[in-house]
């Protein structure tokens, strides 16, 4: 099993550019999420999918849409990008429905926006 | 002021040494998570603790839920353990969400 991957790992985008960020898991998780992680902050949830056809927001959901496509796929799009989204962007899944569970982390998305 | 504060922010120790981490949290919570995360970015979870102690391997995890407070413990640790410790906590309910420290970066010098 690959667990969670995500693509692409790093990227770099002018301010205005859009892009969407990939992320699929094969451990036939219901919950997947989106967080970002900047320097001197706890992993920030951005947005986050309960279940297949469910997403909701985060803390810090501006700027960002997102699309369950299937149980597997959760992708994050930034439609017109700011240096503010300037991080680390981390896709996680998570199998039960207690939400404390173990999360299961991707390897991470650096983006830098110029 | 952050809802999970982890102490110290960073830590060198000598190959060998018992390390020790720890984290604090505002109020009552479900459960807490031990992350840690190595340089190159990859975030694997260690522990999940809703009372007491878990040990795995060299790492040891402690929580007391009267003074909402955790430890993580490295016995003998070693350069491989040189990374960063993150602490998040669930506080279950209406929040039904992980929040997370800032993370304890860890050297281990040999």
């Known amino acids: 099993n690959a667990g969670v991957t995500q693509t692409p790992k790093f990227q770099v985008l002018k301010t205005g550019q859009s892009m969407t960020l990939q992320c699929a898991q094969d451990?036939?998780?219901?919950?997947m999420y989106w967080y970002r992680q900047d320097p001197g902050m706890g992993l920030r949830l951005i947005y986050y999918s309960a279940s297949e056809g469910t997403t909701d927001k985060g803390e810090v959901p501006n700027g960002y849409n997102v699309s369950r496509l299937n149980k597997r796929e959760f992708s994050l799009r930034l439609e017109s990008a700011a240096p503010s989204q300037t991080s680390v962007y981390f896709c996680a899944s998570r199998g039960g429905y207690y939400e404390g569970e173990t999360q299961y982390f991707g390897p991470g998305t650096r983006l830098l926006v110029l | 002021k952050n809802e999970v504060e982890q102490s110290p922010q960073n830590l060198t120790a000598q190959e060998g040494e018992f390390i020790t981490i720890n984290c604090s949290y505002s109020v009552g919570i479900s459960a807490l998570h031990w992350l840690q995360q190595h340089p190159g970015g990859g975030i694997v979870s260690l522990f999940m603790l809703s009372s007491g102690k878990k040990k795995h391997g060299r790492l040891i995890a402690t929580i007391n839920i009267q003074e909402k407070h955790s430890s993580l413990h490295i016995t003998a640790s070693h350069p491989r353990d040189s990374a960063v410790y993150i602490c998040a906590v669930f506080y279950g309910g209406a929040t039904n969400k992980l929040i997370f420290g800032t993370g304890t970066l860890l050297a281990v010098q040999p």
């Open positions: 451990m036939n998780h219901n919950s």
